[in-house]
């Protein structure tokens, strides 16, 4: 196949996306870009985007920022491990690198949360240095214009591909190249079986869409079967707030704080009592009100949810450690009242994107230890 690079490169200058990490592309910006958008849509996440440079305009000032302020800046875009790999990585590049990222692809990669993609993407454009940036867009292109039916999700398939990405990039234009390979593949090339062939600049060396299997490909491993637990909620709200459990530091919404649960058991609301009174939580002579069945999509596991909401007399927290069949779970503590939810509310946003444990995360700093 002829070479790729004259032909799509001139189609990037002439029809490239206008964005702020493009007009300035330094290094920081590069990759706190990339960052965000995985997972997420570029038109979502450039809010965030200017908001958080904004607020933490270069390195120093996000290794150093406050998790509580740092997680409220990240609040919305979900995934908050990698806002927690970022501030580690700033950490690293200042105790190492004087607070700068490093011209170096190796090192780069090297650094918490950063893969062969971003190391890939920040070395490239930032600093000129011909290495590739295959992400699902590249991979799509190529799958495409080889007429390729290799899974792309195959280590191996993968590997070969890249090793195509790289005979058609010119090093002298590393980062404009791979840019525009994700830029095609994210306004023409697009995924779903419906590419823009008429308006594809490499449409006359594209080999699927002279077979006609273009919307055969890419093809994907079938996804494995998610995983369905039930999981019971207990929503104990008392006037000094409700009692809420911090998730462990590693695994599913890692560190994050939610109203006491327990994962893999569909208890009954007698069941559920019996385990408050466990943990030292005195219910009086409170009635539970059962909430409504609801579920919670993960990308491999799906919550069944139940639950139970009650209010209980004013006490101390419970020292008790609340467990449930996969967790062992920090001790249980008070939150604070926040501005306007009643339990209702709560639940709802627990079933909706778990934007709860985010708030009650901002505010377990200040909460007594009542409940």
């Known amino acids: 196949m002829?070479?790729?690079?004259?032909a799509l490169l001139d189609w990037f200058y002439k029809n490239h996306r206008i964005l702020p990490f493009r007009t300035d592309p330094s290094p920081y910006h590069v990759w706190l870009s990339e960052i965000m958008l995985q997972q997420t849509r570029v038109s979502a996440a450039l809010p965030y985007y200017e908001r958080f440079l904004a607020a933490l305009p270069d390195i120093?000032?996000?290794a150093a920022c406050e998790e509580e302020k740092l997680h409220k800046l990240w609040e919305g875009l979900g995934y908050y491990s990698?806002?927690?790999?970022?501030?580690?990585?700033?950490?690293?590049?200042c105790e190492q690198y004087g607070g700068q990222l490093p011209a170096d692809y190796d090192a780069l990669r090297a650094l918490p949360g950063i893969g062969d993609y971003t190391a890939g993407a920040i070395a490239s454009i930032s600093f000129g240095i011909p290495v590739p940036a295959v992400d699902g867009n590249v991979l799509r292109v190529?799958?495409?214009?080889?007429?390729?039916?290799?899974?792309?999700?195959d280590p191996k398939v993968k590997k070969a591909f890249t090793a195509r990405v790289m005979e058609h990039q010119p090093p002298e234009k590393a980062g404009d190249y791979n840019q525009a390979l994700m830029e095609l593949g994210a306004l023409v090339c697009v995924p779903n079986g419906a590419p823009l062939c008429d308006v594809c600049p490499l449409a006359g060396l594209c080999q699927a869409r002279a077979a006609g299997t273009t919307a055969a490909l890419p093809q994907k491993a079938k996804p494995k079967?998610?995983?369905v637990l039930p999981v019971t909620v207990a929503l104990v709200e008392s006037p000094a707030g409700f009692l809420v459990q911090q998730r462990p530091a590693k695994g599913l919404l890692a560190?994050?704080?939610?109203p006491l649960l327990w994962e893999s058991e569909h208890l009954l609301q007698a069941e559920v009592l019996a385990r408050l009174a466990a943990l030292g939580v005195d219910t009086g002579t409170a009635v539970p009100e059962a909430l409504p069945a609801a579920k919670h999509i993960f990308s491999h596991i799906e919550w069944l949810l139940s639950g139970v909401a009650l209010t209980v007399p004013e006490q101390a927290a419970p020292a008790g450690q609340p467990r449930g069949a996969a967790h062992h779970l920090h001790p249980?503590?008070?939150?604070?009242r926040l501005q306007g939810p009643d339990a209702g509310m709560i639940w709802k946003f627990w079933q909706s994107a778990q934007s709860f444990l985010y708030r009650m995360d901002r505010k377990r700093k200040s909460c007594p230890q009542r409940l």
Request: aromatic share 6%.
């Open 255 to 258: 560190g994050l704080w939610q």
């Open 332 to 336: 249980a503590r008070c939150l604070c």
């Open 225 to 227: 079967p998610r995983k």
């Open 82 to 93: 990698r806002v927690r790999n970022l501030q580690k990585a700033a950490r690293i590049v």
């Open 142 to 153: 190529f799958s495409r214009l080889y007429n390729d039916p290799g899974v792309i999700t």
């Open 2 to 6: 002829e070479n790729i690079s004259s």
């Open 60 to 62: 120093p000032a996000l």
